[in-house]
């Protein structure tokens, strides 16, 4: 495989000087035009090379990978995992991201993908694009890479292409910082599979619309503080200095925008070979090292200022301690940074991880759904005469008919559409549930039986009910759309809650006309027979008085003699067959008749009026139809965290269609493979020639280690010694 630069560094040179260079980048115009590489290769990479020994770097990895296999058959000894504590090389780092992770294997498995993205969507834009059009810039403007647009237009596809392939997350804030260090090493290619890696299994949570990935693990990172050294811990209660305004940053960026590059690429190494724990363990290292400056601390302030401050001084030289001979130590801050993490805080592992994430996600979930609740609340315009709890019931209701029609239809706004509303209703109404359940059951083919006409009739009633409380400028229904227009219900006298029947079904908001007249007789018919226990007979006597009385009130409205409305009542009180075929005869009853209706929202009010029927629901049966308990235990725990467990069958659901694909071996475990029995002799010396070699390549790393003022710490059953 040669689709990368990193991966022609090693070719067998054309000739005997060019056989002494560790790196040809050549001048060849018939090279390929394709990227080899990230922005480094342009732009350069941080630091120096020189003084971090990047050509003992590379003599190392290259006798590595002759002895252990290349790319996808590396094996990861524990001479790897002192390579890459050690600092990888310019040339090699993304393809050793890549070989750590797990995404060479996606990428090799998904060839094209990402150019078919980028093509297929180039020039489209969305919600999350916009996002990403205002990010580019704020993304290390440090490098030099990203002051040019070269590094914003790799930046821009790589983000893009990702939100295109995840609409459901899109882009989050953060994502930027972490990508464009990314590219600083990897290919757009690379760096989008590399993003999938750290977005869906590294940091599953951290990169979501409210972060709960990342308020997970600060939760757990509390503890983890708590546990290890309680003197701070206490510290940091009493005088109320909040762990999270220093440190939910470093998980978020992963450290790239807290420590100068040259280091926080050093941990991006680690995390990619070691797993997430590594941001735990250099976290409380960080707390660890700086302990008696911070129980000095007070607020907020000067707890960042202390953590500022070493970070900036991560390069530098720790006193004049000696180390082997008489020769001054090399030793940074950065260096015992790493040390300390390693040795003092090997508590943290996988497992431990993993299980405090599984046993704290209900407690974030519950803090963002309490912390969404209040702010969906806190940004209303009006609360419409409801008090604190009943606002707090109908945003129960109301997200969680929003969450449950998402998950069958993947709605990506907050806003409900109607399937959503008629599960809005049936939350709150004595007769929403009968609807919904009418929905699922209903054979649709018997069009003629009355129990399919009924529940015609009740969705054209909810359908203008919807279109009645929802705004016109908007979508669905709005969260400030459900508290109004319920306000408008529940709070409503007689004479309003007639002007609210009123103005759902006159077009012109001044009169009902023939048509108008008709579809609210019907609507009305459905809504009385289901508040009175299924009552047909009472239900058409009212609509049939309603019918006459409108046409005798629109008579004297305008002065005309009294209508003739006899005949229409004995055809009215006469009909018989199914319920669609007396609807038929409805329809056309006032044509036929040759009577026209214009009335008036006074005038419809008298006929209300006038009728027992009628007063009743417009004074109390329709407003007490609705109401506002708070859900049961179950339900609020359903609908806890949502976006928690949206990402979770997201995950499931990806998991389940994904190609099947080797994983990388964990970083946190030595790849073991049984020795084969040497037949002979010739192989006995062979395998004794490997292991003469393999001793002198660790001795040679060792060597590199102190070079580099190191002391590396080496894995002995679950504990740490110094080297």
């Known amino acids: ?31 390929p035009k394709d990227q080899l590489g990230g922005l480094g290769l342009t732009f350069g990479y941080p630091g120096n090379p020189k003084q971090t020994k990047d050509r003992s770097k590379m003599k190392l990895w290259t006798q590595y990978f002759s002895e252990n296999g290349r790319n996808l058959t590396t094996l990861h000894t524990p001479t790897f995992k002192k390579l890459v504590r050690v600092g990888l090389p310019n040339d090699l780092r993304g393809e050793i991201w890549e070989m750590c992770s797990g995404s060479a294997f996606l990428r090799f498995a998904n060839p094209g993908v990402y150019d078919d993205l980028v093509k297929m969507y180039a020039g489209q834009t969305s919600l999350a694009t916009e996002e990403i059009e205002k990010d580019l810039n704020r993304s290390l403007p440090e490098y030099a890479g990203y002051q040019q647009d070269e590094g914003i237009d790799r ?8 939100a295109w392939r995840n609409p459901e997350l899109g882009y989050c804030q953060a994502m930027n910082i972490v990508t464009s260090a990314l590219l600083i090493y990897t290919t757009e290619e690379q760096a989008f599979w590399l993003l999938n890696v ?38 940091f209660k009493k005088t109320d200095v909040q762990l999270s305004v220093a440190c939910l940053p470093w998980f978020l960026s992963l450290y790239v925008n807290s420590m100068p590059l040259l280091f926080a690429f050093r941990v991006l190494d680690c995390l990619f070979m070691e797993g997430p724990r590594i941001l735990f363990q250099i976290g409380l290292a960080i ?36 180390q082997l001979g008489n020769k001054p130590s090399r030793l940074t801050k950065f260096n015992e940074l790493m040390l300390t993490a390693y040795r003092e805080f090997s508590l943290v592992t996988d497992d431990m991880v993993t299980e405090m994430r599984r046993t704290n996600q209900l407690k974030v979930a519950a803090n963002i759904e309490s912390y969404t609740k209040r702010s969906a609340i806190r940004h209303l315009d009006s609360t419409a005469a409801f008090s604190k709890d009943e606002i707090a019931i109908i945003y129960d209701h109301f997200f969680g008919a929003l969450y449950y029609a998402k998950s069958q239809g993947d709605r990506q706004d907050n806003q409900l559409d109607f399937d959503s509303f008629l599960l809005l209703l049936e939350g709150i109404t004595t007769w929403g549930r009968a609807v919904r359940t009418r929905q699922t059951t209903i054979n649709h083919t018997d069009d003629n039986s009355d129990e399919f006409t009924q529940h015609q009739l009740a969705i054209a009633f909810l359908h203008r009910l919807y279109l009645h409380l929802k705004a016109p400028t908007h979508l669905g229904i709005s969260f400030q759309d459900a508290v109004t227009g319920l306000s408008d219900i529940l709070h409503g006298d007689l004479m309003s809650i007639m002007g609210f029947f009123f103005s759902m079904y006159s077009h012109d908001g001044a009169t009902l006309n023939n048509e108008e007249l008709i579809l609210i007789v019907k609507d009305l018919w459905w809504l009385i027979q289901q508040l009175h226990d299924g009552n047909t007979g009472l239900a058409w006597n009212t609509v049939q008085a309603l019918i006459l009385g409108a046409l005798e009130q629109t008579a004297i409205e305008h002065g005309d003699d009294p209508p003739e409305t006899e005949p229409i009542a004995r055809q009215l009180g006469s009909l018989q067959g199914s319920l669609r075929q007396r609807l038929a005869v409805l329809d056309h009853v006032l044509d036929d008749h040759k009577m026209t209706c214009a009335l008036s929202l006074p005038s ?17 049966e329709f407003h007490n139809s609705f109401h506002l308990h708070k859900s049961s235990q179950a339900q609020m725990q359903k609908s806890l965290g949502r976006e928690l467990f949206e990402n979770l069958f997201r995950e499931g659901k990806d998991l389940a269609k ?7 071996a964990s970083a946190s475990s030595t790849t073991k493979t049984a020795s084969p029995t040497p037949s002979n ?24 280690f102190r070079q580099l003022g190191h002391l590396d710490v080496q894995d002995t059953d679950s504990t740490f010694a110094l080297d």
């Open 1 to 31: 495989m040669t689709t990368l630069g990193s991966e022609k560094l090693f070719d067998p040179p054309s000739d005997a000087k060019r056989a002494e260079q560790l790196v040809d980048v050549g001048d060849d115009d018939s090279a």
């Open 155 to 162: 930046l821009r596809r790589v983000l893009t292409a990702y």
């Open 658 to 664: 994904a190609p099947a694909v080797p994983l990388a």
């Open 604 to 620: 419809f009010r008298m006929v209300a009026l006038t009728n027992e029927c009628l007063e009743m629901l417009f004074d109390h």
């Open 287 to 322: 707390l660890k090292m700086n302990g008696e400056e911070l129980l000095s601390t007070r607020d907020d302030g000067a707890f960042l200022d202390i953590l500022k401050r070493f970070f900036s001084q991560l390069g530098d030289p720790i006193g004049h301690s000696k």
């Open 198 to 235: 750290l977005v869906d299994h590294l940091c599953p949570g951290y990169y979501s619309t409210s972060m709960y990935g990342a308020l997970l693990d600060q939760i757990i990172f509390e503890q983890l503080v708590e546990k290890t050294m309680p003197i701070l811990w206490d510290h």
């Open 681 to 704: 002799s010739t192989a006995i010396s062979t395998n004794n020639k490997k292991h003469d070699e393999g001793d002198d390549m660790d001795e040679d790393v060792n060597h590199l």
